[in-house]
């Protein structure tokens, strides 16, 4: 057996970067679209009075999170894990009926599980929990390609001919189960069919429906519990997996400081899952769970630094490669946005700056700094090199490529830009208030303010659409481009003019 | 002391317990500098680099086998 030429097969990888791509773009469209909609709201009604039940701002905006959470990004994640699993492993798919068996019953039944999803979130079914919408029998299904997913991962792992496990699997495999973790205690519900009313009826309302097992603070408190690390396991902890192969293996450069990436996977682990109680400042849950999500969200900057620093000094003495390559300035951009948003956060943890920053855009501005600098760029870049070494053949275009990275970041920019002014204007003018305690300004009053800001934001929107287009179209035009030898994929990537 | 203050006191203590344990890593991680196979952590950064399917793996399962 160990005679036969053997190769890694990037059937399942391949797959994923399909849906990665095109789950992108809706997402991103629906983002832009919101975005529109909350500065011009007329665009509600896009398609006309008929269909505004479907196209209103809060239709969609669950159809956005969720298409770029559980669609673009956790995409990303399966093809990368694909990709990367087998390479660091050094094991291939091809060996194992199995695995290639899970592998693509991952894909589809993921694929059944996003149909699902869509259908039902534009039909108005949802459980009204922020990235939980998802009725139960959606959360059966999600659960199913969950533990394929882990049948994956804990396959390939199981026949590996490499002992270790690369720093980038124990990033894998931490998303696993923490998503696993959090998934299951944030959705426990009861179907209302089995529920009984206090007047004893049974069988209230579709057999879809269901209630939290939760209320209340507790509610909230488990929600954000859930929400917070739906951003650490879902938007951090992979995307530094990915980081941590792809960066230096385009750079050839070892990482900086391996020790490092240890202990800092450690820190992260243990602090993150402490401070999603920033979500509740100044709410009913106890003042000491408070002030200790408050002092965690600030701690978090010192293993997430400890990430990023590490790979930016991984290109010490290498920084021309940043200037020649636009797929290396994608990571490293990446990875400063990662620390310029892992330190924003926790500013925004601190008590005093949530009484301003809570509620308002600038909270907005923060997310949109860390996915669409961090998470976006992370997973384009990941893709545009994976490309050549799946088709064998070279990137379609590198100025393409670097077109694409300045029109994105001059996007990035006007969108966090915007929300920043836009979130602080909005939060002084809301606590705002004359010598007898009268507030100085109603709603509508921010509102006719924020209106510039709002088309900032979606003119900022739309550049990064454009570029992820670009992206889309770059990669397309890979399949069909010069194919390469074996000995251009060593480590940077081949690129067409 | 009703079991909320409890629950906090306990939280606390874990939390200083845990702290220790990482500073312990830490140390660890930097005073010894290899593991317990012997092998210089960085030497693991190759795992990425050299991840052809005919590379020589770090350490391999194989190795392993044969010693046993
Ligand atoms: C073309 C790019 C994008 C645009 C124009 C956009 C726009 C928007 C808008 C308008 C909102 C609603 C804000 C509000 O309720 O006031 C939103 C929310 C959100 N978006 Fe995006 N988005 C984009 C890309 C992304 C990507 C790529 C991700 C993740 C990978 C993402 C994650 C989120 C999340 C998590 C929220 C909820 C934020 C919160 O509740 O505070 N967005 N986005």
Redesign the interface.
């Given at each position: 057996m160990e005679n036969r030429p053997?190769?890694?097969d990037y059937t399942v990888a391949k797959m994923f970067m399909l849906t990665t791509i095109i789950l992108g773009i809706v997402g991103m469209l629906i983002g832009v679209i919101l975005a529109f909609q909350l500065a011009f709201p007329e665009v509600n009604l896009i398609l006309g009075e008929g269909l505004a039940e479907y196209t209103n701002f809060s239709r969609l905006r669950p159809l956005h999170t969720d298409a770029v959470i559980f669609g673009f990004t956790f995409s990303g994640i399966f093809s990368t894990w694909y990709y990367v699993g087998q390479?660091?492993l050094?094991?291939?798919m091809a060996e194992s009926g199995f695995l290639m068996f899970i592998g693509k019953l991952h894909f589809w039944l993921y694929l059944v599980g996003v149909a699902a999803v869509v259908v039902s979130l534009f039909m108005g079914i949802t459980t009204s929990k922020e990235y939980a919408e998802f009725e139960w029998p959606i959360d059966i299904a999600i659960v199913v390609v969950w533990v394929l997913f882990g049948l994956s991962i804990f396959g390939l792992i199981g026949i590996?001919?490499?002992?270790?496990l690369?720093?980038?699997i124990w990033y894998y495999i931490a998303t696993f189960l923490g998503i696993a973790m959090l998934y299951l205690f944030n959705n426990m519900e009861i179907p209302t069919m089995l529920a009984q009313s206090a007047a004893g009826e049974s069988g209230i309302g579709a057999w879809y429906h269901s209630v939290s097992m939760y209320a209340g603070t507790n509610d909230a408190l488990v929600q954000w519990w859930y929400g917070h690390n739906a951003v650490a396991f879902g938007f951090t902890v992979p995307i530094v997996a990915m980081i941590?192969?792809f960066l230096?293996?385009e750079s050839?450069q070892?990482?900086y400081?391996?020790?490092l990436s240890?202990?800092s996977f450690?820190?992260l682990m243990?602090v993150y899952l402490?401070a999603g109680g920033h979500h509740l400042l100044y709410s009913t849950v106890?003042d000491?769970m408070q002030t200790?999500g408050s002092i965690f969200s600030v701690i978090l900057i010192l293993p997430s630094w400890g990430s990023a620093i590490n790979m930016l000094l991984t290109m010490k003495g290498e920084w021309q490669q940043v200037a020649a390559s636009p797929l290396i300035k994608f990571m490293v951009l990446g990875s400063t946005f990662y620390m310029f948003s892992t330190l924003e956060g926790p500013i925004q943890a601190i008590k005093s700056v949530n009484a301003i920053a809570h509620f308002t855009d600038w909270i907005v501005g923060h997310v949109h700094d860390g996915v669409l600098g961090w998470v976006g760029f992370m997973i384009m870049a990941a893709l545009f090199h994976m490309a050549p070494r799946v088709f064998k053949r070279e990137i379609y275009s590198k100025s393409l490529m670097a077109t694409q990275f300045w029109i994105q970041t001059l996007g990035v920019v006007l969108y966090f830009t915007s929300m920043w002014i836009a979130g602080i204007t909005q939060g002084m003018m809301w606590r705002a208030h004359d010598e007898f305690g009268n507030l100085a300004y109603s709603f509508i009053d921010t509102v006719t303010v924020l209106h510039p800001y709002y088309t900032i934001r979606g003119v900022g929107g739309l550049l990064y659409l454009v570029g992820f287009l670009m992206f889309a179209y770059n990669i397309y035009k890979t399949m069909s481009a010069r194919p390469v030898e074996e000995s251009e994929l060593q480590n940077a990537s081949p690129m067409g003019a | 002391m009703d079991i909320a203050e409890l629950q906090a006191y306990g939280y606390f203590a874990l939390t200083g317990f845990m702290v220790l344990v990482l500073y312990g890593y830490i140390y660890h991680l930097y005073s010894k500098k290899k593991d317990a196979d012997g092998h210089d952590y960085e030497d693991y950064s190759n795992m990425a680099l050299n991840d052809d399917i005919d590379d020589a793996p770090v350490t391999s399962m194989s190795d392993d086998k044969e010693k046993k």
């Amino acid at each position: 057996m160990e005679n036969r030429p053997l190769e890694y097969d990037y059937t399942v990888a391949k797959m994923f970067m399909l849906t990665t791509i095109i789950l992108g773009i809706v997402g991103m469209l629906i983002g832009v679209i919101l975005a529109f909609q909350l500065a011009f709201p007329e665009v509600n009604l896009i398609l006309g009075e008929g269909l505004a039940e479907y196209t209103n701002f809060s239709r969609l905006r669950p159809l956005h999170t969720d298409a770029v959470i559980f669609g673009f990004t956790f995409s990303g994640i399966f093809s990368t894990w694909y990709y990367v699993g087998q390479r660091v492993l050094k094991v291939s798919m091809a060996e194992s009926g199995f695995l290639m068996f899970i592998g693509k019953l991952h894909f589809w039944l993921y694929l059944v599980g996003v149909a699902a999803v869509v259908v039902s979130l534009f039909m108005g079914i949802t459980t009204s929990k922020e990235y939980a919408e998802f009725e139960w029998p959606i959360d059966i299904a999600i659960v199913v390609v969950w533990v394929l997913f882990g049948l994956s991962i804990f396959g390939l792992i199981g026949i590996r001919r490499e002992k270790s496990l690369y720093i980038s699997i124990w990033y894998y495999i931490a998303t696993f189960l923490g998503i696993a973790m959090l998934y299951l205690f944030n959705n426990m519900e009861i179907p209302t069919m089995l529920a009984q009313s206090a007047a004893g009826e049974s069988g209230i309302g579709a057999w879809y429906h269901s209630v939290s097992m939760y209320a209340g603070t507790n509610d909230a408190l488990v929600q954000w519990w859930y929400g917070h690390n739906a951003v650490a396991f879902g938007f951090t902890v992979p995307i530094v997996a990915m980081i941590y192969y792809f960066l230096p293996k385009e750079s050839g450069q070892a990482i900086y400081s391996y020790k490092l990436s240890l202990l800092s996977f450690w820190g992260l682990m243990f602090v993150y899952l402490w401070a999603g109680g920033h979500h509740l400042l100044y709410s009913t849950v106890p003042d000491w769970m408070q002030t200790m999500g408050s002092i965690f969200s600030v701690i978090l900057i010192l293993p997430s630094w400890g990430s990023a620093i590490n790979m930016l000094l991984t290109m010490k003495g290498e920084w021309q490669q940043v200037a020649a390559s636009p797929l290396i300035k994608f990571m490293v951009l990446g990875s400063t946005f990662y620390m310029f948003s892992t330190l924003e956060g926790p500013i925004q943890a601190i008590k005093s700056v949530n009484a301003i920053a809570h509620f308002t855009d600038w909270i907005v501005g923060h997310v949109h700094d860390g996915v669409l600098g961090w998470v976006g760029f992370m997973i384009m870049a990941a893709l545009f090199h994976m490309a050549p070494r799946v088709f064998k053949r070279e990137i379609y275009s590198k100025s393409l490529m670097a077109t694409q990275f300045w029109i994105q970041t001059l996007g990035v920019v006007l969108y966090f830009t915007s929300m920043w002014i836009a979130g602080i204007t909005q939060g002084m003018m809301w606590r705002a208030h004359d010598e007898f305690g009268n507030l100085a300004y109603s709603f509508i009053d921010t509102v006719t303010v924020l209106h510039p800001y709002y088309t900032i934001r979606g003119v900022g929107g739309l550049l990064y659409l454009v570029g992820f287009l670009m992206f889309a179209y770059n990669i397309y035009k890979t399949m069909s481009a010069r194919p390469v030898e074996e000995s251009e994929l060593q480590n940077a990537s081949p690129m067409g003019a | 002391m009703d079991i909320a203050e409890l629950q906090a006191y306990g939280y606390f203590a874990l939390t200083g317990f845990m702290v220790l344990v990482l500073y312990g890593y830490i140390y660890h991680l930097y005073s010894k500098k290899k593991d317990a196979d012997g092998h210089d952590y960085e030497d693991y950064s190759n795992m990425a680099l050299n991840d052809d399917i005919d590379d020589a793996p770090v350490t391999s399962m194989s190795d392993d086998k044969e010693k046993k």
